[in-house]
C-alpha cells in the first residue's frame, strides 16, 4: 500500500516568490492537513482538509493557502516568500479527522529554502 | 490551546540503557499520541492511548497515560542506536479544535553503540 507521497522534496526559493507543495495521500484517505516543521517553533499545524473542503486553519498569515481536490489530493501554497517561510512542510493523512480515533500517516515532507 | 511540555529535550544514552520521556499538560487530554521522527523523514505514529492509566507496549517500548489523562511517559528497555530519533507526543483534538494535531516540543534521543 503506497504510502504518503510529497513532491518536490527539496525546493530552493527566491524571497518574494510563490511556491506550491503537492500531496497524494494513501488511497482511501480523505482526511489531508498541513505542519510547518522549524528547529525553533516544532510542528505547527496549518490547516486540514476533509472532502475538498478545509475544516480548520492554523495560526499563519492568509499568504499561506491550501486546497484539496475532488480525488483527496492536495496543494499548499506560499506567496510572498519570506525567509522564515524556510521549514519542512509536512503533509498527513487519515480517514478521518484527527479526534475520532484515528492516526494519522505523514509523507516525507518537502524541505523548502528561502534565500 | 492546549501547551504541551515535554521532557528532556535531548537525552544522549549508551546503547542497552533504560530512559524514560515525559509529556504533561495543564488540561485534560481526550486521547494521547506518540510519534517517532527520523531525520529527513516525517513522524511516524507508535501509539495512541484514551483511558486514563492505560499501559500499551511495543516491544520494548511502554506508554502509560496518567490516571488523571493529564500526563503521559514512554519507557524504552535496553536502547538501540535504532531507537535515535525525534519523540514526539500530540492531542489528536488540538484541545477545542478539531481535527488538528498539536505537538509537543520533542525530545531528541541519540542512542550510542
Known amino acids: 500500500k503506497a504510502g504518503v507521497t510529497q513532491t518536490p522534496r527539496y525546493l530552493i526559493k527566491t524571497r518574494g516568490q510563490q511556491v506550491t507543495l503537492s500531496c497524494s495521500p494513501i488511497?482511501?484517505?480523505?482526511?489531508v492537513s498541513w505542519y510547518q516543521q522549524t528547529p525553533g517553533q516544532g510542528l505547527q499545524f496549518l490547516f486540514e482538509?476533509?472532502?475538498?473542503?478545509?475544516?480548520n486553519k492554523g495560526n499563519f498569515p492568509g499568504r499561506f493557502s491550501g486546497r484539496q481536490f475532488s480525488n483527496s489530493r492536495s496543494e499548499m501554497n506560499v506567496s510572498t516568500l519570506e525567509l522564515g517561510d524556510s521549514a519542512l512542510y509536512l503533509c498527513?493523512?487519515?480517514?478521518?479527522?484527527?479526534?475520532?480515533?484515528?492516526?494519522?500517516?505523514f509523507g516525507s515532507g518537502t524541505r523548502l529554502t528561502v534565500v | 490551546t492546549q501547551l504541551l511540555e515535554q521532557s528532556p529535550q535531548f537525552l544522549s544514552i549508551q546503547e542497552g540503557e533504560n530512559l524514560t520521556v515525559y509529556c504533561n499538560s495543564s488540561?485534560?487530554?481526550?486521547?494521547l499520541q506518540w510519534y517517532r521522527q527520523e531525520p529527513g523523514e516525517g513522524p511516524v505514529l507508535l501509539v495512541t492511548?484514551?483511558?486514563?492509566?492505560e499501559v500499551k507496549k511495543l516491544k520494548r517500548l511502554t506508554f502509560q497515560f496518567g490516571d488523571a489523562r493529564k500526563d503521559s511517559s514512554l519507557h524504552i528497555t535496553a536502547a538501540q542506536p535504532g531507537d535515535t530519533g525525534l519523540y514526539l507526543c500530540?492531542?489528536?483534538?488540538?484541545?477545542?479544535?478539531?481535527?488538528?494535531?498539536?505537538f509537543g516540543q520533542g525530545t531528541i534521543l541519540t542512542v550510542h553503540p
Open positions: 498527513a493523512s487519515s480517514l478521518a479527522p484527527a479526534g475520532e480515533g484515528y492516526g494519522y500517516t
Open positions: 488511497s482511501g484517505h480523505r482526511s
Open positions: 482538509y476533509f472532502s475538498e473542503t478545509q475544516r
Open positions: 488540561s485534560v487530554f481526550s486521547s
Open positions: 492511548v484514551v483511558t486514563g492509566g
Open positions: 500530540a492531542d489528536p483534538r488540538g484541545g477545542t479544535s478539531y481535527g488538528k494535531l498539536t
